[in-house]
């Protein structure tokens, strides 16, 4: 599939044609004009520790069900949390501290609750990979 996206620029409102190449991948869309092929050798060694650090938090099976939740862009509380899935509310915070001290989760006060979300987004498609993998 390729989409013309038109812009115009300057004064002479000049157009523009940009093309993006998308492709379909299972039920991933990936943006070819986007995508970054970066090897672990081309990172810094602290770029590393702090991806392998990620990958350690993650790594958890109430985390990883947390993350499950919270994919898609949904934002949950601690005491939501804690009600999916069925575990003491001091539980559920222990865990969403470790992930929003890792750099995988935000928040947001909402009132007088806190609001917890994936700080990025391409982190729920990772989370399904992994659901994914973890069926077959």
Do not use: W
């Not at 998308?22 to 810094?44: A, G, P, T």
């Not at 499950?68 to 865990?95: C, F, M, P, R, W």
């Not at 917890?116 to 992994?130: A, D, E, G, T, W």
């Amino acid at each position: 599939m390729l989409i013309h996206v038109k812009f115009s620029t300057g004064e002479n409102n000049i157009s523009n044609i940009l093309n993006i190449n998308i492709f379909v991948f299972d039920q991933y869309v990936f943006e070819k004009q986007f995508v970054i092929n970066m090897e672990f050798s081309d990172l810094k060694p602290e770029e590393v520790d702090r991806a392998a650090n990620m990958i350690k938090a993650i790594s958890h099976p109430m985390r990883l069900a947390i993350l499950d939740y919270l994919g898609e862009g949904n934002q949950l509380s601690v005491t939501e949390i804690h009600n999916l899935l069925k575990i003491e509310q001091s539980t559920a915070s222990h865990h969403l501290g470790i992930l929003k001290d890792k750099g995988i989760l935000a928040s947001v006060r909402k009132g007088k609750n806190t609001l917890y979300y994936l700080k990025r987004k391409n982190l729920s498609i990772l989370i399904r990979c992994i659901s994914e993998c973890a069926c077959d």
